[in-house]
């Protein structure tokens, strides 16, 4: 079980927009760490895509953005394309566990 | 270019000790604000991180296997090793080792996992 918590899947039609959320507490998210989101590919290792709660590395899409409020974060992407069903984790750091922590994971399927 | 790479046993006896290499380049270990994690990922499952080496060799390791991890590096070799004791099959994944940098903006300072290595597969099995 994890400490920050996904929509098990998300789904969307290729041109949509589609959100994957990342609830997290008051011994992390709440008390200010900031949140990175990775999309993974099966069989290959985590992409960053959003970190910062909001920057995009180089490279990634503006179609790909994120939010951050309270104790939850989001991953928003607009224009839907086939090649963005993937695997997406938010990321972020805990007091308690004094390390990182990671979602549950969000598989995102285009229709 | 950042680059990682694990190298280990793929596979290894129950009760065994597993050792794994993260060899990288395009970066240094002694500069201020860079680590390397180490985060696995059971099959079909989520990721999960085990520990953190600095710069300045300051060390985290995640509480509930804090007993069977060790994490070193050795600067000159540009290689972070990760040892666990006493696998067992639950321990089985692939392990994969990260970029941890310091990212400093007007915003705020970030910490994110950068760059991953390709990853490497363990099993646990007798």
């Known amino acids: 079980q994890s400490v920050l918590t996904q929509p098990p899947s998300v789904s969307g039609a290729p041109g949509q927009r589609v959100t994957i959320s990342c609830t997290g507490s008051?011994?992390?998210?709440?008390?200010?760490?900031?949140v990175h989101w990775y999309q993974q590919f099966p069989g290959t290792a985590p992409k960053l895509l959003i970190y910062g709660n909001t920057n995009r590395p180089s490279g990634v899409p503006d179609r790909f953005s994120g939010s951050k409020s309270g104790t939850s974060a989001s991953l928003a992407i607009i224009g839907l394309q086939a090649d963005d069903e993937a695997d997406y984790y938010c990321?972020?750091?805990?007091?308690?566990?004094?390390?990182?922590?990671f979602g549950g994971g969000t598989k995102l399927t285009v229709l | 270019q950042i680059t990682l790479k694990e190298s280990g046993p793929t596979l290894v006896k129950p009760t065994q000790t597993l050792t794994l290499t993260c060899s990288f380049s395009?970066?240094?270990?002694?500069?201020?604000?860079?680590?390397v994690g180490w985060i696995r990922q059971p099959p079909g499952k989520a990721l999960e991180w085990l520990a953190f080496?600095?710069?300045?060799?300051?060390?985290s390791y995640r509480p509930s296997l804090k007993d069977r991890l060790t994490i070193t590096k050795d600067t000159s070799k540009n290689q972070v090793v990760l040892t666990m004791t006493n696998m067992d099959p639950v321990d089985t994944g692939t392990y994969y080792c990260?970029?941890?940098?310091?990212?400093?903006?007007?915003?705020?300072?970030?910490?994110?996992?950068?760059?991953w290595g390709q990853g490497a597969l363990v099993t646990v099995s007798s």
């Open positions: 990260a970029h941890r940098p310091e990212i400093i903006m007007v915003q705020g300072v970030y910490h994110p996992f950068d760059y």
């Open positions: 080496i600095y710069w300045d060799d300051d060390k």
């Open positions: 990321q972020s750091y805990d007091n308690n566990l004094r390390g990182a922590i």
């Open positions: 395009g970066f240094s270990l002694t500069s201020s604000g860079v680590g």
């Open positions: 008051s011994s992390n998210i709440g008390t200010g760490y900031d």
